[in-house]
């Protein structure tokens, strides 16, 4: 059964040696993404799932203990998700649940054991939903922490530069995340989430899954495009 989620976006300038000078700009974002945390551990799960997105068309599981890093973006940061010791040679976490894992460590979590998976960013709505009662499947009490970003279209210095539908797309996924609708969720887009870099579809889809007759009620906790990028935190309980 899913208990709780949180719903964090996952720039890995959220990381402040990432971000550097830019750290401050981004304060706000981190203590919205520490209270969603909260909730979570609030909800005493069983075990924690790190969703977040990543190249491909379907899903990549990732063991306690993965290691990842902030190294490619400059900064001389590592982490593991969770604890435990992974296989040898096992692959490290994508950029998404790297972010994860340091908001993770950052926040102290200690209430459950974490896991991770990686949804591609190209999987279809229809087998996102099947992850997600995959996950909420059996008595354990299950806690989701959903990490992906909003559209990267909203103003001529974002990444995708801009695009007039993006502020609509990241308005109706906004008010869908803070109302916990998974209806909402589940409806988006996958076309026009690509088209406007709206990395968080696929992840969103999987927690519309999950939450399908939780009963959830959500709280919309920030909702800003700083760099022109959708940014959204949001906690389900």
Do not use: I, N
Request: with cysteine; net charge negative; proline share 10%.
């Amino acid at each position: 059964m899913l208990a709780a989620a949180a719903v964090c976006p996952c720039p890995p300038l959220l990381q402040p040696q990432v971000a550097a000078g830019a750290a401050a700009e981004l304060a706000a974002l981190r203590e919205s993404c520490a209270a969603a945390l909260d909730t979570l551990a609030e909800a005493r799960p069983d075990r924690l799932v790190v969703l977040g997105p990543d190249a491909g068309e379907d899903r990549t599981p990732y063991p306690p203990g993965t290691p990842g890093s902030f190294r490619g973006f400059g900064a001389a940061v590592d982490v593991v998700l969770g604890s435990g010791t992974p296989a040898p040679g096992a692959a490290p976490l994508p950029a998404s649940l790297a972010v994860g894992a340091w908001l993770l460590a950052d926040h102290g979590w200690a209430a459950c054991p974490v896991e991770g998976l990686a949804v591609g960013t190209g999987c279809p709505p229809a087998r996102c939903a099947e992850l997600g009662a995959e996950l909420a499947a059996g008595p354990a009490r299950t806690a989701l922490l959903v990490l992906g970003d909003g559209s990267a279209c909203r103003t001529v210095k974002a990444p995708g530069y801009l695009d007039e539908r993006a502020a609509p797309f990241d308005a109706l996924a906004a008010e869908a995340l803070g109302a916990a609708d998974s209806a909402a969720l589940a409806g988006l887009d996958p076309v026009l989430a690509e088209e406007v870099g709206a990395a968080g579809r696929a992840p969103w889809q999987v927690l519309a899954g999950a939450a399908a007759g939780s009963g959830l009620a959500g709280k919309l906790l920030y909702d800003e495009a700083p760099y022109g990028v959708g940014y959204f935190v949001a906690a389900w309980s």
